[in-house]
């Protein structure tokens, strides 16, 4: 098989960088860590990889709103580079703050025109909540066709990852494009309680609608969430690993491994 190649975008006051590219590293990617502004130099940069990553922090100290700031450069300067990736079939993930990038920017949960259509905005809590949240993955209760996300092809229906952050509550911008999500197989996560039920305060942190976690574009492969995968790629990141259960693979490094086999077998 091919190295396949990650991109890890950084900029001031990125802070998950590290941990989102050795999350990558374990799971196989060749992984370069650049600041915006030397994609911004190197016009052509984003062709020599098929993932592109924008992971948590608190990039340009989120003023004006979470993950605005970035989403505008990316959006106003990079935006013919972004598409011709794209229609390459590479691959895109966004993490918290990327999660916030993704939206403000447009590319979620995805239109022609990039514009956007949903906002993360502040915690109902009116304060940073950083926990374990429990999540499951959607499914249409009519149907119980699953979600179309490719990153999360090789995840457990029910996951269990940190979250760490003060603008996380999903907001759509009306009930159509929230059933749009809904009907197209977009929303991805969810969070709930510990038996999978419905998530009230503290298990949906931020008060999300429909207790959204993560969402993904149409076509599955551009994917954005709160929780942090990169923080559970090894079974000690688990608060409770000494007295649970061996896991095959760390709920968070089945994310990064369900992008790489989608890659490997496309």
Sequence with gaps: MATIRALVVRTAGTNCDQETKTAFERVGAKVHLAHVNELLRQRNELD?????????????????????ILGNELKMKLRDQIERFLKRN?????????FQVLVKMGLLPGNSAWEPEATLADNDSGKFEARWSYLRQYSQPSTGRRNCCVW?????????????????????????VLQRLAENGQIVLHYCDAAGGRAEY???????VDAIAGICDVTGRI??????????????????WTREPRQLMADGLAIFQSGMDFLASA
């Design 90 to 98: 590479g691959l895109m993930i966004g993490i918290c703050n990327g």
């Design 202 to 208: 503290p298990a949906n942190p931020n008060g999300s």
């Design 152 to 176: 999360t092809s090789r995840a457990p229906e029910r996951l269990y990852l940190p979250v760490a952050h003060g603008e996380g509550k999903f907001i759509p911008r009306d009930g159509g």
């Design 48 to 68: 020599a990889y098929q993932i592109i990553a924008i992971p948590g922090g608190f990039t340009f100290g989120d003023d004006i709103t979470a993950g605005r």
């Design 223 to 240: 994917f954005g969430l709160m929780p942090h995968p990169e923080r559970f790629v090894t079974r000690t990141q688990h608060p409770r």
